[in-house]
């Protein structure tokens, strides 16, 4: 790190030499134009801290002020030399303060010629910690340190407990915290705000046992996944089928993900099951509306089958690494969206691509005649686009072994797709087709069209195909991908695609 400062240094020094000349006083040395110092922050413990060193490169007279906690040795010089910096022991009344920040400058005469040092010592950032109400909880700017007592425990996960005031609850962070349902806590840490409001718990005080956890009525949100009313993280209720943490009411877009389940709630031993779920709202990103699940208060019986499913949600750590968007969610047709075969999205040295590779699925790209073949499939958050102006892209489904050598009659294909808007505010006339491929034939089995007008809001669509009397198995392969007439095409027919889902009834 020092060695970069130097050649910064040595570059800004060839501009500044003549005018540093020039300005030279027979009196003394000429006063700094430049500075940089080779670290922009130092942390120090709270008590007994080490000193610590940086260099300060300078063309000139240069000086320091400290506040009386730093100590800068020395706190003035000429050109480039080595200064320690110490702090004092973080105390008071015998006891660690509040942390504490400081912006040390090192400067000469102007603005131009100053360094900055961010200086922070440890402290107790809960010694004078104010108490909240969990209602008070969303005014509060993220990173306020707050207080919240009486706090009854409602359902531990592995990531954290939701707990509740008997009015209103809270979700508290932390995968290291040891609470029990019922127990009786007061909770500190800093607000922190991710669609809704969350207290990251540093410190977390038992002051009961409490008593055995009774669930309110809660509110029924089963007819209204595509249009929440709900703010707050309030108990819910939903009755639905369960795919792993994915639960589907039939004729609704949006899908219940629980985020968080609680660490006795074995959802997995309900799958293809009609439940009916007890949780806490934790907001909307379509197509999911956001449930810590905490309790299971009815099995209604098994459903359905379920062959594959897949919500692309392994894809998280990709599109985290490349940066990717949510076109569809935040309705913004310029959201990020790399190409999957992106180096930017390698995830221990693998991309996209090569993550969805592993899993089986393949990719078909096309272009117009008159274009050289290139990528056209790309990377959002968690799922794929397909397509840009004369270019189509597709996606074959993995081999799906539990259908076995006789295959399985009666099966539905269900997913979610949607296309894009362009910058007049057409929206892209993309039609998809589903085509199962047995060997080299190829039969299509549903033509889908999005119904999405011009001008209109980008919203996830369902897709659900009926693949009745065709035999599908172990060896089928299911293709979707633009129309024949679109295949290859000149026009932008771009779409997306998420939550893809095989399955038979009961």
């Known amino acids: 790190m020092k060695n970069i400062f130097k050649y910064c240094f040595v570059a800004l020094m060839s501009v500044l030499t003549l005018s540093v000349s020039s300005c030279k006083d027979d009196d003394g040395p000429a006063p700094a134009k430049a500075v940089l110092v080779s670290a922009s922050g130092l942390n120090f413990e709270g008590t007994n801290p080490d000193t610590k060193i940086v260099t300060v490169y300078s063309d000139g007279a240069w000086t320091v002020d400290a506040p009386e906690w730093i100590t800068v040795t020395p706190a003035e010089g000429v050109g480039t030399m080595d200064v320690e910096i110490s702090v004092s022991d973080n105390l008071r009344d015998g006891a660690l303060d509040n942390p504490r920040r400081y912006d040390l400058i090192f400067h000469g005469p102007s603005l131009a010629s100053q360094a900055k040092v961010v200086i922070r010592q440890d402290g107790d950032k809960f010694r004078d910690g104010k108490e909240y109400q969990i209602n008070e909880i969303d005014a509060v700017n993220d990173e306020t340190v707050v207080a919240i007592t009486n706090l009854t425990v409602m359902a531990v996960t592995s990531n954290g407990f939701v707990a509740t005031d008997g009015t209103d609850n809270i979700w508290v962070l932390g995968s290291d915290i040891s609470v029990a349902p019922g127990n009786m806590v007061k909770v500190q840490g800093e607000k922190w705000t991710d669609g809704m409001a969350y207290v990251l718990g540093e410190r977390v005080t038992k002051l009961s046992d409490g008593q055995a956890v009774t669930y309110p009525q809660g509110t029924d949100i089963t007819g209204s996944l595509d249009n929440m009313t709900l703010t707050k993280r309030d108990y819910i209720t939903v009755t639905g089928v369960l795919d792993g943490n994915v639960l589907s ?3 609704a877009t949006n899908k219940v993900q629980f985020i968080e389940v609680a660490e006795n709630l074995k959802l997995d031993d309900f799958k293809g099951h009609s439940v009916t779920i007890g949780g806490y709202f934790s907001g909307v990103a379509a197509p999911a509306v956001k449930v810590i699940a905490s309790n299971l208060i009815a099995d209604n019986g098994i459903a359905e089958t379920i062959y594959f499913s897949d919500d692309f949600e392994w894809l998280a750590p990709h599109v985290q690494a490349s940066g ?23 995830v221990d040295g693998v991309t996209a691509e090569g993550a969805a590779q592993a899993r089986g699925y393949e990719f078909l790209r096309t ?128 779409w997306f695609l998420d939550n893809i889902k095989i399955s038979s009834p009961m």
């Open 249 to 251: 009411v039939k004729g």
């Open 324 to 346: 990717a968007g949510s076109t569809i969610e935040t309705d913004d047709p310029g959201a990020s969206s790399p190409q999957i075969s992106a180096a930017g999205t390698k």
């Open 367 to 494: 272009c117009a005649p008159d274009k050289k073949a290139g990528e056209c499939i790309y990377l959002n958050g968690n799922y794929f686009k397909f397509g840009k102006t004369s270019y189509q892209g597709g996606i074959i489904l993995p081999a799906i072994e539990a259908l076995g050598d006789g295959g399985i009659e009666g099966l539905k294909l269900s997913f979610v797709w949607s296309s894009q808007r362009q910058g007049s505010g057409v929206v892209d006339p993309t039609e998809l087709v589903v085509i199962l491929k047995n060997g080299d034939e190829e039969t299509p089995v549903a033509t889908l069209q999005h119904g999405i007008p011009d001008n209109g809001k980008l919203v996830w669509v369902n897709a659900d195909v009926d693949l009745s009397g065709a035999k599908v198995d172990k060896n089928t392969r299911i293709i979707i991908r633009n129309t024949d007439a679109q295949w290859p095409n000149s026009k932008a027919l771009r």
